[in-house]
């Protein structure tokens, strides 16, 4: 059983930065991709980014393009999101996800993290 848990969130100023990280659990970590999702307040989750198995291939989500970066350690089972330049729409409960398909993560993932809230003020 796939396992994730993500850590680093936390409350920051508009402008600043977080890392998020996502070490994996119980399965081959290179044999998956891994995806980053988010949840605000009173909307629908929506996807973030995604990174194919051995990080050579990523997507990032047109609101996130060029102050995140999505990466992953095949050799440490971990994955995580560096954001930068934060925005106070980018407050958000935000979730790591993981499939066996590279496509299938974008939109149904079979494994989710439990999330990481966060906030940030303007």
């Known amino acids: 059983q796939v396992q994730l848990v993500e850590s680093g969130g936390g409350s920051v100023q508009a402008g600043g930065s977080l890392r998020l990280s996502c070490p994996a659990s119980?399965?081959?970590?290179?044999?998956?991709?891994m995806g980053w999702f988010r949840q605000a307040p009173g909307k629908e989750r929506e996807f973030v980014a995604r990174?194919?198995?051995?990080?050579?291939?990523?997507y990032y989500a047109d609101f996130v393009k060029g102050r995140f970066i999505i990466s992953r350690d095949n050799a440490k089972n971990t994955m995580s999101l560096q954001m930068n330049s934060l925005k106070p729409e980018d407050t958000a409960v935000y979730y790591c996800?993981?499939?066996?398909?590279?496509?299938?993560?974008?939109?149904?993932?079979?494994?989710w993290g439990q999330g990481t809230q966060v906030t940030v003020s303007s």
């Open positions: 996800a993981a499939d066996l398909s590279f496509a299938k993560v974008t939109r149904t993932p079979d494994y």
């Open positions: 119980g399965c081959t970590f290179s044999s998956y991709a």
């Open positions: 990174i194919s198995m051995f990080g050579n291939t990523k």
